[in-house]
Each structure stands twice: as structure tokens, then as C-alpha cells.
């Protein structure tokens, strides 16, 4: 998943009244973005107001990312590629589950802040995204897709498409509401978390758990700017060390942090008055390296179970300290590119290629686009009670694994 930097948004009529909904708030919530992530504090004056939008139908639009690549999202309709130089039309060769390893996961991905909301439900503290996601009937805080009560539902939308992995986020703030051991453990939050992952497990899901996507505890960012101070370190070991204790026993896949080029890159540049984007992104990028690498070095040492990974984006360069490239044993990297063609094209040429994950479960709200675009297989009704419906790709999705005759 990657953030734009500069979006534009289609003009959206309600099919419906906004106070239909049951059990969202009587709006669709207003999220303010300014196409970076909200780290360091908000310039509420510089800030872009997204109108709230039906949400009915499948969305078409476009988003330009950092390295303006133009991306069509939420489009569950037939595409024919076409080479624009010699306007003649490019087929794929059929592929199927069975050119694949019979070890190899497919699987998809979301992230707790997208999916189980921002609010206080169940001991949780607030997190940095909050604040960008506010509703004035709810005094700020929004259930984004509601998985905290309807995780069961969700596990049920993995089993009925044949996937064998999710990858999922845990809160910071759910499980330590201030952000550190001192400040208190949230037991209501281990207590959804052991459930969610029994859950899983029950159906035959194989849990794939993110420490870090990008949520930070306010109570830290207040403290220290997060990631701006090297006393960061200390506190996810901390925290990681608590995830890989209590969950540890049946999670055996970790990502430390989520795209951390994109968190440190452009999750200091400009998001504040008093934001430095000269030196800003280059000493959050060097602390979220260090606290990746303390949690791993952490792992290794303490649990040793080498299930440890390290998300970054293709056109990252690889670091060159040995104590940081021995800190992770998996390396997920995320494109725009048609990934089930590439996994297969990288597994052919021999690379070592164990896994898929798609984003996104289910539509969910969107980092810089709130409820504007459908990135999900399953559909998400936002003026129906959050109702998840299968679209057509999580159809495609279940044949395609179903299928075991390579052609």
C-alpha cells in the first residue's frame, strides 16, 4: 500500500441519505490529509478536506504515488493491456495454483487502524492517525469497518476465498495505551488479540503479524515526537517484546515496521509548523531502522524462531551494516504491479518467493483518501451496516486457488 503525495478525488452524488447508516455514526466522517502521515502534528490550516462520499458502487479513480506511477484502484471490471508504443494487445499466459509451490501462502493483508477503528472501545489509547479521522456525533472517534466486534466475519471472508494467511496489524495503543510497559498493559486488548488469533487459527488461517503500522501512541509522539528521538528504541523493544510473549506462541510470521521507507521518508516533510524537512525524515528513518533492528536482534536472541521480516518497497536500497541486514530473515517487498504474474514470473527465474499477500481484505478507510477509493476483494457497504459482499475478485481469487492443472 502506498501513500500518495497528490490525489485528486472524484465528484460523488449520494445514492442514499448519510443518516442511513445503523450502526456508523449518522456521517460518513470527514478525514482531513495532507498526503504525508500525521507524525509529528498537524497544520490544520495547510490540511485538505475530503467531502464525505456514498460509498455506493465500485469506484474508479486514479492516484499518483511518490514516484508518479498512475494506478487504477477498486476496478473489478475485465482490462485488456495495451502496448501504447505499438498499440497492439499483450496476453498473459494463464497461471493457476499449480505452478505454484504447494507451500507457497496466498493470503491478504489489512491494518488495524484501517479496520478496527480509532476509538476507546475496549481500554484502547489514542493514536496519532486519530485526529485525521474525526466525527463531530462521536466526539472525534470513528470504527473505521468495525473488525474489532466483527473480526469472526472477517476470518469467515478469508476461509470462504481459500487464502491460508492474513496479515494483520497490531495497535500500539490497544495493548499499551500510553505506549510503554510502565504506563500499564491493556488486558482487554491481549484478550482480543489471543481471540482474534485463535480465531485464525481455527480456520485454518495462518496469522502474519505487523507490530507497526504506522499508529502510533500519542502518548509517545506528545512525550518525544515518536520517531524523531532515539528513546523510541527502547520503547517498541518493549512492546515487541510483549507481542512476541503473549503471542508469540502461535504467531510465528513478524513484521517489525510497515514500509519504513514511507514512514520515515514522508511521514516527517512538512506535516507541522515547526517540521524540519531537511533533517526530519533522515533521523526518523535512522530510529525506525534501529528499532526494527533491536526487536529482531531481540527475537532471534530471546525466541528464536526465525520468522522475522522487514517490509520495504522495491526501489529501496538495501542497507549495508551487517547488524542491520542480518536482522531480518524474510525481505517483503510491495509494488503496483500485477503480483500474482510477478510472484510467479520471480519463482520461475528461481527467487526465492514464498509468499503473496493482498491488499486489502475487505474496503476499508484509505491513508490520504478516507473512504474514496476500494482497494478490498470484499465489498463494504457504508451505508448498510458494514456489510462485507464478495466481489468479483475475491470470486477469481477462490477459483484461481482452487485450481491445480497448470496450462
Known amino acids: 500500500m502506498a501513500l500518495p503525495l497528490s490525489f485528486s478525488l472524484p465528484t460523488l452524488a449520494p445514492r442514499a441519505p448519510l443518516s442511513s447508516f445503523k450502526r456508523l455514526p449518522s456521517r460518513i466522517p470527514t478525514v482531513k490529509a495532507l498526503g504525508v502521515f500525521p507524525s509529528k502534528g498537524i497544520d490544520h490550516k495547510r490540511a485538505i478536506r475530503i467531502r464525505p462520499c456514498s460509498a455506493l458502487g465500485d469506484l474508479t479513480s486514479s492516484l499518483t504515488s511518490a514516484v508518479t506511477t498512475t494506478v487504477a484502484v477498486a476496478a473489478d471490471t475485465a482490462a ?196 524540519n524537512a531537511a533533517t526530519d525524515p533522515y533521523v526518523s528513518s535512522h530510529n525506525v531502522i534501529l528499532a526494527h533492528a533491536t526487536a529482531a536482534k531481540l527475537y532471534k536472541n530471546t525466541y528464536q524462531v526465525k520468522r522475522i521480516i522487514f517490509f520495504r518497497e522495491p526501489n529501496e536500497p538495501h542497507f549495508t551494516v551487517s547488524s542491520i541486514l542480518s536482522s531480518y530473515n524474510y525481505l517483503c517487498t510491495g509494488t503496483w504491479t500485477n503480483k500474482r504474474d510477478t510472484s510467479h514470473c520471480n519463482c520461475s527465474a528461481g527467487a526465492d518467493v514464498q509468499g503473496y499477500l493482498m491488499w486489502a481484505l475487505m474496503d476499508c478507510v484509505e491513508m490520504g483518501s478516507g473512504y474514496a477509493v476500494r482497494f478490498g476483494l470484499n465489498y463494504t457497504d457504508y451505508l448498510n451496516d458494514l456489510v462485507r459482499t464478495p466481489k468479483k475478485s475475491a470470486a477469481w481469487l477462490k477459483d484461481f486457488l482452487a485450481s491445480t492443472t497448470s496450462t
Not at 493491456?81 to 489489512?110: L, S
Not at 502461535?250 to 514500509?259: D, L
Open 80 to 275: 485488456t493491456v495495451v502496448d501504447t508504443t505499438t498499440t497492439t494487445t499483450t496476453e498473459t499466459a494463464e497461471v493457476t495454483r499449480a505452478d505454484f509451490p504447494a507451500d507457497f501462502k496466498f493470503g491478504c493483508a489489512t491494518s488495524a487502524f484501517q479496520t478496527e477503528g480509532s476509538g476507546t472501545e475496549g481500554g484502547r489509547g489514542p493514536a496519532t492517525w486519530d485526529s485525521y479521522i474525526q466525527d463531530a456525533t462521536v466526539d472525534g472517534t470513528e470504527i473505521a469497518v468495525d473488525s474489532y466486534n466483527r473480526y469472526k466475519d472477517d476470518v469467515q471472508l478469508l476461509k470462504n476465498m481459500g487464502v491460508d494467511t492474513y496479515r494483520f496489524s497490531m495497535s500500539w495503543s490497544r495493548l499499551l495505551p500510553d505506549g510503554t510497559i510502565d504506563g500499564g498493559i491493556n488486558q482487554e486488548g491481549i484478550d482480543f488479540y489471543n481471540n482474534f488469533i485463535d480465531e485464525l487459527i481455527a480456520n485454518g488461517i495462518t496469522p502474519f503479524v505487523t507490530l507497526f503500522h504506522f499508529d502510533l501512541p500519542t502518548a509517545l509522539n506528545t512525550k518525544y515526537n515518536g520517531f524523531l528521538s532515539i528513546d523510541i528504541v527502547e520503547d517498541f523493544k518493549a512492546y515487541a517484546d510483549l507481542c512476541f510473549k503473549t503471542f508469540g506462541d502461535r504467531v510465528k510470521y513478524w513484521a517489525t515496521i510497515n514500509e519504513p521507507q514511507v514512514w520515515g521518508q514522508y511521514g516527517f516533510t512538512n506535516t507541522a509548523a515547526d517540521a
